[in-house]
């Protein structure tokens, strides 16, 4: 009976032990895909035209952290996945991470009129801003995150084409600078690290 005991213990002891480790695990995972910047990196200012037309300069966004990403309206997988990422982290009770900008820069400016982007972003949040511009313009500000793309080739006889990109999120901090870059991190470890950011200014 006493051996039997022992064994209950021991083995409850092997589960508690392995899910702490998995738990820190999934913790450090998680902390990977959230890179900080090892110092500020600052944003060289741009212009591109915003979903209503007007043209919106990057620096009109400084004050607030602002969220940053590469997608385009089109798209059938990663862009929507993102956008409710981004939506749900603005959704927060929290206000220093209600007060963060999110602003999606197409990489499909051949196809992302003004009008698209606004059709796209209204229905996620009114506070959403779409930025749009001729693709080599915009290839120069992605290089600034390191963020890529290219159009990929035609998938029908209509012309229909898909544009390959990088997925991540790029953190900004009110004054300008790039400071984190998600890759594909859960919205908890987005939030955290925004907040933290938001919160130094």
């Known amino acids: 009976m006493q051996t039997k005991s022992a064994l209950v213990r021991f083995a409850a002891g092997v589960v508690i032990t392995l899910a702490a480790f998995g738990n820190s695990h999934a913790a450090e995972v998680a902390q990977e895909r959230a890179q900080r910047a090892a110092t500020p990196k600052p944003v060289v200012d741009f212009e591109l035209t915003d979903q209503l037309g007007k043209p919106r300069k990057f620096s009109n966004f400084r004050g607030a952290p602002v969220l940053v990403f590469f997608g385009f309206t089109n798209c059938p997988d990663v862009c929507p996945t993102s956008m409710q ?3 749900l982290l603005k959704q927060s009770q929290d206000r220093d991470l209600r007060r963060a900008q999110v602003v999606m820069i197409s990489v499909d400016g ?15 949040s009114k506070s959403f801003v779409g930025l749009t511009g001729p693709p ?5 500000i992605a290089a600034q995150f390191s963020a890529v793309f ?12 898909k544009v390959e990109h990088t997925s991540q999120v790029y953190l ?5 600078n790039l400071r984190a870059t998600f890759f594909n991190a859960p919205l908890e470890t987005m939030r955290s690290v925004t907040k933290e950011i938001a919160k130094a200014g």
């Open 150 to 161: 290219f159009k990929g080739a035609p998938t029908d006889k209509s012309g229909a084409y």
């Open 85 to 87: 990422q981004l939506k």
């Open 136 to 140: 080599l313009k915009v290839r120069g």
């Open 172 to 176: 900004v901090d009110s004054a300008g």
């Open 110 to 124: 051949t196809r992302d009129t003004p009008a698209q982007l606004k059709a796209y972003l209204e229905p996620m």
